[in-house]
């Protein structure tokens, strides 16, 4: 089982960028998928999560109306759209699955 996070980089607020998640070694499309992020010195926080066939799309009140959660079973990824960035936003992405399972992360600085 192998997660590969992208996409990643340097922004400035009100930015965007769009991160990908590509994943192998499992049937991609049996497994809802999550993107969870971790801020240096802090804990690994949820920010949205989407079920197996992408009908049940749920997010983070701190990212609601800004970041948009998206998955092509086809090529089994996973995508995250975030728009508006802000500062608070630079973290390392993840995606997560069920089982806890993640990638190596990609960075997202947001700066000015």
Known sequence: VQLVESGG????????????????????????????RQAPGQDIEWIAGISKLGGTKNYARVVRDR???SRDNA??????????????????????????????GTQVIVSS
Do not use: H, T
């Open 9 to 36: 980089g340097l922004v400035q607020p009100g930015q965007s960028l769009r991160l990908s998640c590509a994943g192998s070694g499992f049937v991609f499309e049996d497994y809802a998928m999550n993107w969870v």
């Open 67 to 69: 970041f948009a959660i």
């Open 75 to 104: 090529k089994s990824e996973m995508y995250l759209q975030m728009d508006n960035l802000k500062l608070e936003d630079s973290a390392v992405y993840y995606c997560r699955l069920p089982s806890g399972q993640r990638g190596q």
